[in-house]
């Protein structure tokens, strides 16, 4: 019995041991603590929620529907616009239109970089400070300017004085000190994002296609179109779209150069036979106008002020800025969803009075043949001055028209999807010029009642200058949220 009772007592210890084994060896295949922790259960990673911002100067247009189009013949011309049911997300817009200080900020942005680049150029002094070659190791990095040192206005030295008086000319009649115009270009790079994830420019031959039935081609030869510009030796801007064979992602890597100060002679070129010199003179360059909406800026000129502030705004942020989405004009139809308010209304109020009980005009507009001035204002008015509409959205209808960034066709929103439709083309310089037409909206100072509905439609060519179009941004949401039918959001 004695030693029976030892050697069992020696094997128990042995028995534990390998089930101790066992049961760590399933503890560091299966996590440990966590996986005992869940039951088992794929339960997903979960991390902090990215919350965004309101965006300085916009409103939220939530998520919505629409009937787009006008579904009765038009009583003016008797024509008939497409209608059509369609859905948009939700983006953030501009309150109002994109005012002279604004777009003021970016000319001279374009200015001051020009200047830096100068400072530092060794044909103007050499200045090595205004331009950052390495890091705070010593090691090498991508040049890029120092927006920290500022420029030398009051007492330059006489080589920086030259550096800031290169982009200035003197008008040789009256002896004005004024910006050398053709100077002021702006430079940048979008990344075709959509266009790249298509699957017939994969770089890979092999997912072009997903049907097994057929024999991937490994030498097949895809050609992709881009967009490149460059300034000549002449000082002349050269735009080309060229066609190669896809060979990496810089393919999708279209390059843009557009000059930025917007074209002040449009009050006088657009008006023949009247007096608004004093327009072309002072509504841009002038304080007194500083709050009203910009003009004279072409569609191309609105798409590089968008690429600006963009990239400008990415500058003053942290890792937080891969999540936020790009400055862009509006499609049409996020545009006409905006416009027409939380009710859908045919103009940005409700109704079709033009008047409020008071007797005060909505929108500045043409009342009437030629009485610009019934309205209160002759030509454009100062952002926000009239009521806002549901979205909280300024101006949507008159002041000045508004550039979207939809292609303009004949078919409308017939040829749209109805689900936040785009019909967007990038024309080439060889293009007919019909293609490069672009949707306006919203009607103008200048223009009667029936121009300035919601849902009017017209065009204007992309690189014409009007005393009339103007523009603002939108910027898609970096979040959505889910709500039941009730509108409640879900959690």
Known sequence: MTNLCKKNTCAAPLGFTIALLACMLLTSCFGGNHAMSNGGEVTGRRGAAFTEPTPYGMVEVKRGYLRAGIEKNDSLWGTVTPSKDISVDGFWMDQSEVTNAMYRQFVEWVRDSIIRERLADPSFGGDETYKIEVDRNGDPITPHLNWAKPIPWRKPSEDQERAINSVYVTHPIDGTKMLDVKQLTYRYEIFDYEKAALRKYRLNPAERNLNTDLTVNPDEVVMISKDTAYVDDNGDIVRQTIERPLSSLYDFLNTYIVHVYPDTTCWVNDFPNANNEPYMKLYFSSAAYNDYPVVGVTWEQAEAFCAWRTDFLLRGLGPQ???????????????????????????????????????????????????????????????????????????????????????????????????????????????????????????????????????????????????????????????????????????
């Open 321 to 491: 800025a891969r999540f936020i989405q790009r400055y862009r004009l509006p499609t049409e139809i996020e545009w006409e969803y905006a416009a027409r308010g939380k009710e859908g209304n045919p103009y940005p109020w409700e109704g079709n009075e033009t008047k409020n009980d008071k007797g005060c005009f909505f929108a500045n507009f043409k009342p009437d043949r030629g009485n610009y001035t019934e309205d209160g204002n002759l030509i454009t008015s100062r952002t926000g001055i009239y009521g806002a509409n549901s979205n909280g959205l300024f101006d949507m209808a008159g002041n000045v028209a508004e550039w979207t960034n939809t292609v303009y066709t004949e078919a409308g929103v017939a040829a749209m999807a109805d689900l936040n439709p785009e019909l967007r083309y990038n024309a080439a310089k060889e293009d007919p010029y019909v293609l490069k037409r672009k949707s306006v909206r919203g009607g103008s100072w200048k223009d009667p009642l029936s121009y300035i509905r919601s849902a009017w439609r017209t065009w204007e060519y992309q690189n014409q200058p009007r005393s009339y179009i103007g523009f603002r941004c939108v910027r898609s949401k970096a979040t959505t949220t889910s709500s039941n039918s009730n509108g409640k959001k879900k959690k």
